[in-house]
């Protein structure tokens, strides 16, 4: 994949969003560059996950101002399925369980609906050579994707199973809303190491990584950090202002 040097990945200028008539984002800036690794730090209720239901598109918000730019052209009124099919994966913060259907299955729908009408559609055979690639890039068996989907996985399990799909799917831009929300120590460290990775892997691949804590921070170490509170960009700066939040608190 060939790395647009003309384009930001992600743009989002001056976004503003609202829910049932609610304002939660007022005036984002966020610019990305194609590859880069991306930390939206910010307390419970500042909109964190709101900036990635948007950006994705999820229908029960508003935007009421701004755009959102991907690779240069504006998706701000697109529908989140051809914001998929353009390149942007959003990991879900609760994945569902579903009994019956072995992830392996899903992994295919996925990757059909994702790449359907391109070049990229592939038929049983192929589709089982790359998900055997994938499983070899992160260390997994098989047998973990003959299982239903996240029935009885451990909660690090359920970040591989999300992981996975995000190696599959193949996409320019991964939002990761609290990937290390209720992992321990070894999960956080697993989770983070396929992360890296799926990056070494897809090296345009833009990340960007929702968190309250900077643990995950100490694993795979962001180009910017953007600190969010109350549905604004509050600073902006390196890998080290991570750690000066962890320190002082989100208050000024
Ligand atoms: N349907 C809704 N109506 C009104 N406010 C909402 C609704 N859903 C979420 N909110 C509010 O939006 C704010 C931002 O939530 P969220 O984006 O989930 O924050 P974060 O991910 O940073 O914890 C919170 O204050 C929350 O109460
Ligand atoms: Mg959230």
Redesign the pocket.
Known sequence: MSIDVLHPRLEVTDLAAS??D?Q?LHGVDLVMQPGSTHAIM?P???????LAQVIMGHPSYTVTAGTIRFNGEDITALAPHFRARHGIFLAFQYPYEIEGLPLKDLLRTAYNAWYAGTEKQIGLKAFNQLLDDKLALLGLDRSFVERGVNVGFSGGEKKQAEILQLAVLQPTLAILDEVDSGLDVDALRRVCAALIAVKADNPALSLLLITHYNRILNYIVPDQVHIMQQGCITKIGGAGLASEVEESGYVK
């Not at 419970?44 to 709101?50: F, H, P």
């Open positions: 829910i049932d609610t939660i910010g419970n209720g500042s909109g964190k996950s709101t």
